[in-house]
Each structure stands twice: as structure tokens, then as C-alpha cells.
Nanobody
Framework: QVQLVESGGGLVQAGGSLRLSCTAP????????MAWYRQAPGKQSELVAD???????HIAGSLKGRFTISRDNAKNTVYQQMNSLNPEDTAVYYC???????WGQGTQVTVSS
């Protein structure tokens, strides 16, 4: 059972930035596809961004230009940088290991207007 550990959520004012981190223990992290999802209150979960082991990253269309995803394989960590946050970005953000089909516990992001 892969246990992902997320951090970096919190309360931020509109227009601010946050960086989420997700550490995935285990071997061969560089070969694992990772992703971030989010779920806002009363809404379905949605894919925010994904990053394969190699190749191009993908950001959900509405978030392009504000969100980026990156990884540091030496630290077994994937990051999500979120800029120009607005109240509609308020959600619980989940890290996902697509290779091992594992989820993190989620980290709350709240954007105040």
C-alpha cells in the first residue's frame, strides 16, 4: 500500500499563491505517473494536472497559465504551483499515484475574496 503525504494547503487571499507538495515513498518514483485532483464542496472530483514519468505535463484547460506541475525525482516529490488563486479554487486537493493507483489524504485549500 503506497501512502502519499501531501502538504502546503491553507488559507490564502484571492490573487495569492500556494505550492502543494506530495511525497510518495517507495522505489522507482521516477517511473511513476503522478497527478493532482481536487474536489470542491458539492462538486465532483476533477483532474487538475498530471505529470508522466517522461514527456509533457498536462494542466486542465481552465487552469492553464495559473497552475503548473513539476516533480523532483531525487526527493520522491511532486509539486503543484498555484498562482492567481480565486475563491473558485477552494477545494480539497488530492495527490494521486496513477501507477500504483494510490491517493493521498488530501489537503484543504481555501481562497478568500
Amino acid at each position: 500500500q503506497v501512502q502519499l503525504v501531501e502538504s502546503g494547503g491553507g488559507l490564502v487571499q484571492a490573487g495569492g499563491s500556494l505550492r502543494l507538495s506530495c511525497t510518495a515513498p517507495g522505489r522507482f518514483f521516477s517511473a511513476r505517473a503522478m497527478a493532482w485532483y481536487r474536489q470542491a464542496p458539492g462538486k465532483q472530483s476533477e483532474l487538475v494536472a498530471d505529470i508522466p514519468s517522461a514527456g509533457n505535463t498536462h494542466i486542465a484547460g481552465s487552469l492553464k497559465g495559473r497552475f503548473t506541475i513539476s516533480r523532483d525525482n531525487a526527493k520522491n516529490t511532486v509539486y503543484q504551483q498555484m498562482n492567481s488563486l480565486n475563491p473558485e479554487d477552494t477545494a480539497v486537493y488530492y495527490c494521486r499515484d496513477d501507477t500504483y493507483k494510490a491517493w493521498g489524504q488530501g489537503t484543504q485549500v481555501t481562497v478568500s475574496s
